[in-house]
């Protein structure tokens, strides 16, 4: 059962009496809702910063971790697509096209994290390897607005993009993370306009967790070590994914976006120095 776990890491007994009796679901939703709530605001997903919550507090053993992960971003995303879907914002070609190479990407991902992959401390350097630059983009860099008169795009072509994309599959079924956090500032960078590549990246980040939990899940079949999912402790993380991402979007208005940026941005470098120290140690 999920919530008769114990803790694998150094936190307080105290923690691990707590999950031990039950409430692992409860504190997933509750601990999703919070990081998902902090992190819209910054049009990034909470998914990038669960792994570390499921590893240090959850205890989730390895390499269930990433599908868990993945799980979060099925249950999480469709609220958005919809949203979108609604104001007419489907991501069209880019769409398709991201997806072209974010699923094999996945699934090549995920057979690395098992086959090559499956310990902690290998891991946490891929967390450290992804956090630490993605925190010090937020912190520093202010990102150029497509949609400034006269600057010319600089599309990426679609070629490239595919590539891209499947690269960024592969680290997504490696670490856990749909894509759409590296994705959507690349195409943002590159001159399409964000209510473009905002949904296309989120359709790619569903299709592609979908294709990872798929992956997972029939790679469990033939292994002796936790592989498939968490499905009460994904499922309980998605829905506190969906609420938060809600209460952010609502909030981002109220806040300046660099601001914003910056904040998570040193929450994600803090997190990723300590996985650093962690899987050096």
């Known amino acids: 059962m999920a919530g008769h776990r114990s803790i694998g890491r150094s ?47 959850l205890a989730t053993p390895s390499p ?53 992959l499956p310990g902690m401390h290998v891991f946490d350097l891929i967390i450290a390897a992804v956090l630490i630059p993605l925190g010090i983009y937020l912190v520093l860099i202010r990102p150029a607005r497509s949609d400034e008169p006269g600057r010319p795009a600089r599309l990426i072509p679609v070629p490239a993009l595919m590539v891209l994309a499947a690269i960024v599959g592969c680290v997504g079924g490696i670490y856990g993370i749909g894509g759409g956090v590296v994705l959507a500032p690349v195409l943002i960078g590159s001159g399409y306009k964000p209510s473009e590549a905002a949904p296309a990246a989120l359709a790619s980040t569903f299709v592609t967790s979908a294709g990872g939990v798929i992956t997972f899940t029939i790679l469990a079949l033939q292994q002796h070590i936790s592989v498939a999912p968490d499905w009460p402790t994904g499922i309980a993380l998605g829905v506190g994914g969906l609420a938060g991402g809600y209460t952010g979007a609502r909030l981002q208005s109220r806040m300046p976006d660099l601001l914003i940026r910056r904040l998570v941005g040193v929450l994600i470098i803090g997190i990723g120095a300590y996985f650093l120290s962690s899987g050096l140690g």
């Not at 999703?32 to 902090?38: K, N, P, T």
């Not at 949203?83 to 699934?107: E, F």
């Open 11 to 57: 936190w307080p007994g105290y923690c691990g009496r707590v999950l031990d009796t039950g409430w692992t679901e409860v504190v997933a939703l509750a601990a999703a809702y919070l990081i998902a709530m902090i992190t819209t605001p910054a049009g990034i997903s909470g998914a990038v910063l669960l792994p570390p919550l499921q590893v240090t507090v």
């Open 64 to 116: 269930a971790v990433t599908p868990t992960n993945l799980l979060y971003n099925v249950v999480a995303t469709p609220g958005a697509l919809y949203r979108y879907w609604r104001q007419g914002q489907t991501g069209g070609r880019l769409a398709l096209v991201l997806i072209a190479g974010t699923l094999p990407g996945v699934i090549a991902g995920s057979v690395i994290r098992v086959k090559l």
